[in-house]
């Protein structure tokens, strides 16, 4: 029964609630808006509690398993952040309310901004964008602006080297500018000469991720931030990255003029689902009045008989709003108590963590599969899911093989730079022992694609949905669950 859609499981007249007694005058309502059946499952409160409890095993999530998501760091979220975002001081809180009843949110917000500027070395921070992408939008928009500003407007292309983020392009592109890929050179590091031959007047600036999406640090980092500010430049960098960074490196410190962070990344809020997320941006001091308001402050000092009081401050040249309010506030207070959780010395050891466990897996794993670049890596890396010798077998076979391991798959065919990528990063959240279930199964599977490739072809051959036929998906959308009734009704 339990596989079964909602609607395939009602029968009429069956319910699983009672309604209270009314108790408030009866109103009369406009007769043409009365329907004589509406388009709803009848079920009892049993068939409900098991047909969703029977959905929720099905899904997975961090709390389930290994969730080796490259790119996205998919790290185990602490309940106590959870506890502190339900708190009612900040769960009960409106934005609207004024400054005076809401000091312990905006004392959070300021905190919180205080503390990314000292992780990442920038001068000011916005909170407001709303996630990743927004961030990256909202600091390639603070580049042209400060850009216009000093009458230099006309410089319309920003480079993006190939080992990027995938959404770097369109960001720039939102921006009015045109994006030119620089490609990598030997060791997976920004290429110096075509980077200096794609150097004129009309460069705006540099979209760089460090480490990239190689999961490689760019050893000559700071030449290519100084080439870049030679030429008029600014340098923005993708902040989704910063797990392998924090503690250990400043950005500023790395000649970078903005960045945007991933709370939903670096500082273990949750993840997924298409939200929520936050892309906090920070930026050098030329570039403060860019940022988007409004910004945190405190906007009456304290003395022996008052606190400080604080609320909100509008930058000169701000770019404006780019989300309602002030930011995802919840995620807000998720990445604080995990930054004050764990302080400085804690942030450093995640990272390093982070860094070790990658190292592990890549160490692991690189005499069964093939790595394009093969070095120490950051958080994570990349290898090749084919070989020669087993010609049938792609990146996506090895994916969702792994399912029938009881793993999350990685992600896949990113970056576009290496054949059959499959790029993994296991955090600094995962045990030991996890780590070495992973690397069991993903040898075992390089074994099966040699020896039996038929396993590989046909899997998932444990998960509630066999081997799609994507092709046909893509064609054939089915976006909404038609309701299957009874006959008689």
Same mark, same amino acid.
């Given at each position: 029964m339990s596989e079964k859609n909602i609607f395939?499981?009602?029968?009429?007249?069956?319910?699983?609630?009672?309604?209270?007694?009314?108790?408030?005058?009866?109103?009369?309502?406009?007769?043409?808006?009365?329907?004589?059946?509406?388009?709803?499952?009848?079920?009892?409160?049993l068939d409900v509690v098991r047909h969703f409890s029977h959905?929720?095993?099905?899904?997975?999530?961090?709390?389930?398993?290994?969730?080796?998501?490259?790119?996205?760091?998919?790290?185990?979220?602490?309940?106590?952040?959870?506890?502190?975002?339900?708190?009612?001081?900040?769960?009960?809180?409106?934005?609207?309310?004024?400054?005076?009843?809401?000091?312990?949110?905006?004392?959070?917000?300021?905190?919180?901004?205080?503390?990314?500027?000292?992780?990442?070395?920038?001068?000011?921070?916005?909170?407001?964008?709303?996630?990743?992408?927004?961030?990256e939008f909202v600091g390639v928009r603070i580049i042209r602006r400060y850009l216009q500003s000093i009458g230099e407007g006309h410089r319309d292309k920003i480079l993006i080297p190939d080992s990027a983020h995938g959404t770097n392009p369109a960001s720039a592109s939102m921006n009015g500018l045109k994006a030119v890929q620089v490609p990598s050179d030997e060791r997976g590091n920004i290429d110096l000469v075509a980077l200096q031959n794609m150097i004129d007047n009309n460069v705006a600036g540099l979209m760089v991720t460090n480490p990239n999406t190689l999961g490689l640090f760019e050893e000559?980092?700071?030449? %290519?931030?100084?080439?870049?500010? *030679?030429?008029?430049? =600014?340098?923005?960098? +993708? &902040?989704?990255?910063?797990? $392998?960074?924090?503690?250990i490196a400043k950005p500023a410190d790395l000649g970078i003029d903005v960045m945007h962070f991933n709370l939903h990344k670096t500082f273990s809020t949750p993840h997924g689902g298409g939200g929520p997320g936050s892309g906090p941006v920070g930026v050098i001091e030329k570039l403060a009045p860019f940022l988007p308001s409004p910004i945190v402050a405190i906007i009456e000092p304290g003395n022996d008989e008052y606190a400080p009081l604080y609320g909100?401050?509008?930058?000169?040249?701000?770019?404006?709003?780019?989300?309602?309010?002030?930011?995802?506030?919840? %995620?807000?207070?998720?990445?604080? *108590?995990?930054?004050? =959780?764990?302080?400085? +010395? &804690?942030?450093?050891?995640? $990272?390093?963590?982070?860094?070790?466990?990658?190292?592990?897996?890549?160490?692991?794993?690189?005499?069964?599969?093939?790595?394009?670049?093969?070095?120490?890596?950051?958080?994570?890396?990349?290898?090749?899911?084919?070989?020669?010798?087993?010609?049938?077998?792609?990146?996506?076979?090895?994916?969702?093989?792994?399912?029938?391991?009881?793993?999350?798959?990685?992600?896949?065919?990113?970056?576009?730079?290496?054949?059959?990528?499959?790029?993994?990063?296991?955090?600094?959240?995962?045990?030991?022992?996890?780590?070495?279930?992973?690397?069991?199964?993903?040898?075992?599977?390089?074994?099966?694609?040699?020896?039996r490739p038929e396993l590989l072809h046909a899997a998932p051959a444990t998960a509630p949905l066999r081997r799609l036929d994507e092709l046909k998906a893509a064609k054939e959308l089915t976006v909404c669950c038609t309701p299957i009734f009874n006959q008689d009704d």
């Open positions: 395939e499981l009602s029968v009429q007249g069956r319910t699983g609630v009672r309604y209270p007694d009314i108790d408030v005058p009866l109103t009369e309502y406009p007769q043409h808006l009365k329907r004589e059946n509406l388009a709803l499952p009848e079920l009892s409160e959905l929720a095993k099905l899904n997975y999530s961090i709390d389930s398993g290994f969730y080796p998501l490259g790119s996205c760091t998919m790290k185990y979220n602490p309940k106590m952040n959870e506890q502190a975002a339900r708190q009612p001081g900040f769960a009960s809180t409106h934005p609207l309310q004024p400054i005076e009843t809401t000091q312990g949110n905006l004392v959070l917000m300021y905190l919180l901004q205080e503390a990314l500027k000292e992780i990442s070395g920038f001068h000011s921070v916005s909170l407001q964008p709303a996630a990743g992408a927004q961030g000559n980092i700071c030449e %290519v931030t100084k080439i870049i500010h *030679a030429a008029g430049g =600014l340098v923005y960098g +993708d &902040g989704a990255n910063m797990n $392998a960074l924090m503690g909100f401050i509008e930058p000169e040249q701000s770019i404006g709003r780019v989300k309602a309010f002030h930011g995802q506030f919840g %995620v807000l207070v998720r990445a604080f *108590a995990y930054i004050d =959780l764990l302080g400085s +010395d &804690g942030l450093r050891l995640a $990272a390093e963590h982070a860094v070790l466990n990658a190292n592990y897996l890549l160490a692991k794993l690189k005499d069964y599969y093939h790595v394009p670049y093969p070095r120490l890596c950051k958080h994570e890396f990349v290898v090749e899911g084919a070989w020669e010798e087993a010609p049938d077998i792609h990146a996506l076979d090895i994916s969702k093989r792994l399912m029938d391991y009881n793993f999350h798959p990685p992600t896949n065919y990113f970056p576009l730079i290496v054949h059959e990528a499959l790029m993994i990063e296991p955090t600094e959240t995962e045990s030991k022992d996890t780590l070495d279930e992973f690397i069991e199964a993903m040898i075992s599977i390089a074994n099966e694609a040699h020896t």
